[in-house]
C-alpha cells in the first residue's frame, strides 16, 4: 500500500497524461506488435513474440504503479503552506556553512523532482533534512560524503 504524496496542479496533471499515454498511445501499439508476432506463426520460437509480450507486462505494471500514485495522490493548497516552516511546496534559500555557498530549492513530490530546476523530492536525503526547519537553523544532513551543514536563510513559496 502507498502513502499519500502531495503534488501541485501541475504535477498531477502531468501524471495524468503520462497515464492517458500509455493506455491509449503504449497499450495499443504493443497490442499490434503482439497481433503482428503471433501471426508469423510459431509461438514457441518467436523472438518477436516474447518481446512483445515482455514489453506488455512491463507496461502493464508501469500503469499500475501510475495508477497507485494517482489513487494515493493529494493536491496542495498553497494557501494552506506553512511558511515558518520548510515543507512540501516551499522554496528554501541555503548557506553551505563549511563554504558559504548559497543555493535555493524547492521541495516537491517525489515525481516532480528535477534538479536542473531546482526541485528536489521531499523524500530526498537533502529535503528529509531540511523538512520541519525554520530560518536560522542549521540542518546537518547525511550524504555520502558524510555530514553537510546548512543554514536556512530563507523560506518561501515554491
Known amino acids: 500500500m502507498s502513502s499519500v504524496s502531495y503534488y501541485t496542479p501541475d504535477g498531477l496533471k502531468k501524471l495524468r497524461a503520462e497515464l492517458e499515454h500509455m493506455k491509449t498511445v503504449e497499450r495499443p501499439h504493443i497490442s499490434n506488435q503482439i497481433a503482428e508476432a503471433r ?8 523472438a518477436e513474440y516474447d518481446a512483445a509480450k515482455e514489453a506488455q507486462g512491463l507496461l502493464e505494471m508501469k500503469i499500475s504503479k501510475l495508477e497507485d500514485v494517482l489513487a494515493n495522490a493529494r493536491v496542495l493548497d498553497s494557501e494552506n503552506i506553512d511558511l515558518s516552516k520548510v515543507g512540501v511546496l516551499t522554496k528554501v534559500k541555503l548557506k553551505n556553512v563549511a563554504n558559504g555557498a548559497t543555493m535555493t530549492y524547492s521541495l516537491v513530490a517525489e515525481k516532480e523532482a528535477d534538479i536542473k530546476q531546482s ?3 521531499v523524500s530526498s536525503p537533502i529535503g528529509k533534512g531540511l523538512l520541519g526547519k525554520r530560518v536560522g537553523e542549521i540542518a546537518e544532513i547525511q550524504v555520502p560524503r558524510g555530514t553537510m551543514n546548512f543554514e536556512i536563510l530563507e523560506i518561501t513559496m515554491a
Open 119 to 121: 526541485k528536489i523530492s
Open 39 to 46: 501471426d508469423k506463426g510459431d509461438l514457441s520460437e518467436n
